[in-house]
């Protein structure tokens, strides 16, 4: 089974940055895609940013573009999200979630998740 194991939240005031980590099992064989979606309280899980491990190609919702970037480490099997310019409309539950579909940021898509970790900005 796919373990992923996500780290860096934190309470960070407006404007502030925080990377978040995600460390994962061995995924299966082939191309695979890792990526971040975010849950505020009183609303749906919303996609945030994804990177492909064929070719590090990334994908990012109109959100977070220009504010965050990901990346990955495949040999750590490790992918991270960098936030800057945080604002309180950030605050969520990060998860960090597994795929085979190729640079997707459609939940359904994705069949192994982490256990969240959370980011609070204040303002």
């Known amino acids: 089974e796919v373990q992923l194991v996500e780290s860096g939240g934190g309470l960070v005031q407006a404007g502030g940055s925080l990377r978040l980590s995600c460390t994962y099992s061995v995924f299966g064989y082939g191309d695979y895609a890792i990526g971040w979606f975010r849950q505020a309280p009183g609303k749906e899980r919303e996609g945030v940013s994804c990177i492909s491990s064929r070719d590090g190609s990334t994908k990012y919702a109109d959100s977070v573009k220009g504010r965050f970037t990901i990346s990955s480490d495949n040999a750590k099997r490790t992918v991270y999200l960098q936030m800057n310019s945080l604002k309180p409309e950030d605050t969520a539950t990060y998860y960090c979630?597994?795929?085979?579909?190729?640079?997707?940021?459609?939940?359904?898509?994705?069949?192994?998740w982490g256990q969240g970790t959370q980011v609070t900005v204040s303002s």
């Open positions: 979630a597994a795929t085979y579909y190729d640079r997707s940021l459609y939940e359904p898509h994705y069949d192994h």
